[in-house]
């Protein structure tokens, strides 16, 4: 279970595709969900490993108290994380479905949980070429005394079934002591 934000910016995306695709770029209205622009940004995809930060709101910009417009989305979470992000954002780009980042925002002081949205959009060709996201607090933002943001820690990506239900995850399997599967 996700944060309302959360749930609701997904179920927009899914409406947005209808019928399980992937939805353009174009259907996607800024002022269907004015109620938390601030916390939305878009990244892009030069290619596998580079999301350069394409557009992101007031609130996100202020937690980071920097200009991230064409930034690597991968430097926002801490090095030894990116590796986990990158094939996550990799997998929602090949499926595609939204993925959620639980993550610490670690700043010099205190630090606050906060969910992180990825969900894949089409340009024109019908193609993914962008990800529009969200960061949702999960607690008090005034904590952090406005601090700004490091890279951040992730806790827990998660992908997305076709009806908000989490993917599997892959396990392994012995039989008679030899790994499987």
């Known amino acids: 279970m996700f944060h309302s934000n959360t749930e609701r910016l997904i179920d927009y995306w899914r409406t947005r595709g209808g019928d399980g695709r992937l939805p353009l770029r174009s259907a996607i209205s800024p002022a269907d969900f004015s109620e938390i622009i601030a916390q939305v940004f878009i990244l ?23 200009d991230l417009r064409q930034q690597n989305g991968l430097s926002l979470v801490r090095e030894r994380d990116r590796f986990n992000l990158h094939t996550a954002l990799e997998t929602a780009w090949r499926r595609p479905e939204p993925i959620v980042a639980t993550v610490e925002v670690l700043t010099e002081g205190p630090s606050l949980a906060m969910e992180v949205l990825f969900a894949p959009l089409a340009g024109a060709g019908g193609a993914p070429d962008r990800f ?40 392994l399997a012995t039989l008679d002591g030899r790994h499987v599967a």
């Open 132 to 171: 529009l996201g969200l960061y949702q607090p999960l607690g008090m933002v005034s904590r952090l005394r406005g601090l700004p943001a490091q890279p951040f820690a992730v806790r827990d990506i998660r992908g997305m079934g076709p009806a908000n239900e989490e993917t599997p995850r892959l396990r």
């Open 44 to 66: 892009g995809r030069a290619r596998s490993g580079i999301y350069p930060v394409r557009l992101a709101g007031g609130f996100v910009a202020e937690l980071h108290q920097r």
